[in-house]
């Protein structure tokens, strides 16, 4: 009897590998293994696992010849052809839930930075200055929070924001049930009165053609004036230009971004925003917490095994 085989093209946390060797899965590590080897390897193996660097094309996928599933730890199914696994009848599993906290939280890990001013802060005192009169902020409790997009994470910063004493209100295409909506403590509106109404805008969907830059000069200009931006999503779901515009018209008092149009920025007028004062801008770092990395494996791990029972392992 022979174990099935599976390829891991980039690192993925050790405990998900152990959880598939425990399982009697044979699991051979190819760090960075280029295109055409991968071309070459990929037929003596039941199952691929990538992160985002690894391009499974289709003539990689076109020569495997017992590829059963192509894993993709985390987020992000942009590196993997698709269609060509679909026409191939190959499973396509990934593991989106691994994220989700680190994601919440880090938006309010941005928000609290941009409202009590403190990488401002620790920078002045790094360079031996006492700042206390310019650090005047302001307190999340009391404002209205605008959530675009109430999935999974959506939700886990609707229950932050409940807990900082925010008012929560929501706008997704796909309207959750009322018992939802009350458990959670959010109010839904539609997408215009959402600009109208909140104080603070965080943006939760996935990149789509109908997401591509959703937030723009004309929704700019409907918003509250010195309303706070949040993205942590991608970046061209917000027309950067036109928030720049803003920023500097003061009708948006705020940018809290971890995700660009570009990775890493590199166009005049992304770098002009990064270095804007009242912009807060991370390396899309999202999901880099010890936990996100861990979880994107295990859950990947368990998907895989799920799959595979029934097979002789
Ligand atoms: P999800 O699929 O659980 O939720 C997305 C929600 O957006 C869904 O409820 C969907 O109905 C809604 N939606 C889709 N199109 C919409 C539209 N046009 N208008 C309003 N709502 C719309 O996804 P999630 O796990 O909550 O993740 C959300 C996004 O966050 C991901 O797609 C990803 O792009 C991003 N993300 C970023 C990082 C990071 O490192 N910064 C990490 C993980 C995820």
Redesign the pocket.
């Given at each position: 009897m022979f174990a099935l085989k599976i390829l891991v093209t980039d690192p993925v946390h050790e405990d998900g590998l152990k959880m598939l060797k425990n399982e009697g899965f044979h699991v051979d590590l190819a760090y960075g293994i280029s295109g055409d080897e991968l071309k070459e390897k990929i037929r003596d193996y039941d199952a691929v696992i990538v992160r985002s660097r690894t391009k499974v094309t289709r003539e990689i996928i076109e020569a495997a010849e017992k590829l059963k599933a192509i894993c993709r730890a985390?987020?992000?199914l942009d590196n993997i052809d698709l269609k060509a696994a679909e026409d191939h009848g190959i499973k396509v599993l990934s593991s989106?839930?691994?994220?989700?906290i680190?994601?919440a939280e880090?938006v309010f890990g941005l928000l609290l930075c941009f409202s009590r001013k403190i990488s401002y802060c620790d920078r002045m005192m790094k360079e031996g200055k006492w700042v206390k009169r310019e650090a005047l902020g302001f307190e999340l409790k009391g404002k209205t929070l605008g959530i675009?997009?109430?999935?999974?994470?959506?939700?886990?910063v609707a229950v932050r924001a409940r807990a900082f004493g925010m008012r929560v209100i929501y706008?997704?295409?796909?309207r959750?049930s009322s018992e939802v909506e009350k458990n959670l403590g959010v109010e839904y509106r539609d997408?215009s009165d959402l600009l109208r109404e909140a104080d603070i805008i965080t943006?939760?969907?996935?990149?789509?053609p109908?997401?591509h830059h959703?937030i723009g000069e004309k929704e700019f200009s409907l918003m509250k004036d010195g309303v706070i931006l949040v993205n942590?999503?991608?970046g061209p779901?917000v027309d950067t230009k036109a928030l720049l515009a803003a920023l500097k018209s003061g009708k948006v008092s705020g940018a809290c971004l971890?995700?660009f149009e570009h990775e890493p920025p590199r166009e005049d007028w992304e770098l002009e925003l990064v270095k804007l004062p009242n912009v807060i801008a991370t390396p899309?770092?999202?999901?880099?917490t010890v936990e996100?990395q861990r979880n994107a494996s295990v859950i990947l791990a368990n998907k895989i095994i799920s799959m595979f029972k029934g097979e002789k392992l």
């Open positions: 985390g987020v992000g989106p839930e691994a994220p989700t680190a994601v880090l675009i997009g109430l999935g999974r994470i959506g939700r886990e706008f997704d295409v796909y959750p997408f943006v939760h969907v996935p990149l789509t109908k997401t959703l942590t999503s991608r779901v971890d995700v899309h770092i999202g999901a880099m996100a």
